[in-house]
């Protein structure tokens, strides 16, 4: 056991919803716990055992007259290989890559002059900014004692060649604080990311002749109009820029980092939101739903994600302990994330 106390205050949280816990030791490369089930004993151990073997542990329950021992052991590495991610991370690389072949089923495109090159830069970018993304909420878990999965990338045969990715929290969170920190790192690590690829990629950006006809033209923030006349420079009335791939790998990282800011249900913003002001989270919610029903009669977009926060919840499920008040720091860093979302915001991402 490389750090027994970061250990325990992981394995507490896990088992803190359903057992009183009075006592821990550490013996043998094992930690003990003694504790007394909140309800029906079989549950809390249904319950916490799944959890324990989901998160990399064997855990053994013994009742006695004082209520319950509990004795956890981490498993060996070789034992919790996370298969599915690795498939799922591989995967999600190759329909990246792909994605113009994908949509089209033409694999001419890859005839072009540059072509693999532009998609390997692409990739590359786009993927570095979603794994600071994820690696951001699992290290900030990690510190704060939550224990995360590691990322679950989805690939796609979009026009990106994902959805992004998700991780999942297995142990409940101990407080408001802890919940600002693990839902904003992970969005301001992206961010970062996604602001050094759009910025050295617009200063790539090749600005051509407006020309009529179809095409696909990505919607603006106040943040990406400022890079923009940071970058290039005044556009020309006739005349448009096309982003190169490590730019467009930063304005859909942008547009990812915007979305999960949005504070509904469990994503990162309704996270930082139930932090900053607790169970009133719901109220702005439901405004930031009503108001995703409007715009979606400007990209339908907005009803499909809406569908999807009905569907898991707006409402963000309590703390252990709502009652403690979250530091300043933790404040600043939630206020911080806040502030991205209002920058990044982009009411219609795309159009024709």
Same mark, same amino acid.
């Given at each position: ?19 009183? %816990?009075?006592?821990?030791? @550490? ?17 809390? %151990? ?19 007259? @004082? ?7 981490? =498993?060996? =590495? ?58 951001? @909420? ?8 939550? #224990? ?13 060649? &994902? ?45 051509? =002749? &407006? ?5 696909? &033209? #990505?919607?603006?923030? #106040? #943040? ?8 290039? *420079? ?59 029903? %409007? ?5 339908? *977009? ?8 009905? =569907? ?41």
């Amino acid at each position: 056991m490389k750090n027994p106390e970061q250990m325990s205050k992981s394995v507490y949280y896990q088992i803190a919803d359903q057992f009183e %816990v009075s006592a821990i030791y @550490h013996h043998n490369g094992r930690l003990i716990f003694r504790a007394r089930p909140y309800r029906d004993p079989e549950q809390a %151990v249904a319950t916490v055992r799944k959890r324990l073997d989901s998160a990399g542990f064997e855990g053994r329950f013994k009742e006695d007259v @004082h209520g319950m021992l509990i004795s956890v052991k981490e =498993l060996p =590495l070789a034992r919790r290989i996370p298969r599915l991610n690795i498939i799922l991370f591989f995967a999600t690389l190759l329909t990246m890559f792909f994605a113009p072949v994908l949509l089209s089923l033409d694999f001419s495109y890859f005839r072009l002059p540059g072509a693999a090159a532009e998609r390997l830069e692409f990739t590359v970018a786009l993927m570095a900014i979603l794994l600071f993304h994820e690696f951001g @909420h699992y290290l900030a878990g990690r510190r704060r004692g939550v #224990l995360m999965s590691l990322p679950y990338f989805i690939p796609a045969p979009n026009i990106v060649g &994902t959805f992004g990715a998700i991780i999942k929290s297995r142990s409940p969170f101990a407080n408001r604080r802890d919940l600002i920190e693990v839902g904003a790192a992970g969005p301001l690590a992206g961010f970062i990311i996604s602001v050094i690829a759009l910025s050295l990629g617009l200063q790539q950006t090749e600005v051509i =002749l &407006t020309e009529s006809g179809a095409g696909l &033209t #990505l919607g603006d923030s #106040l #943040l990406i109009r400022l890079l923009t006349w940071l970058f290039v *420079g005044p556009i020309p009335e006739g005349y448009d820029y096309v982003l190169s791939p490590a730019a467009f790998a930063g304005w859909v990282g942008l547009l990812i980092t915007m979305i999960n800011l949005l504070p509904l249900g469990q994503l990162d913003g309704g996270h930082i939101v139930y932090g900053l002001i607790g169970r009133h989270q719901h109220r702005l919610s439901r405004l930031f739903f009503a108001a995703m029903i %409007v715009l979606g009669f400007w990209w339908p *977009g907005w009803w499909l994600f809406g569908v999807l926060v009905f =569907l898991f919840g707006m409402r963000h499920p309590p703390t252990i302990n709502d009652a403690r008040v979250p530091s300043l720091a933790a404040r600043l860093m939630g206020i911080a994330a806040l502030i991205i979302f209002v920058i990044s915001f982009v009411p219609v991402p795309f159009k024709m």
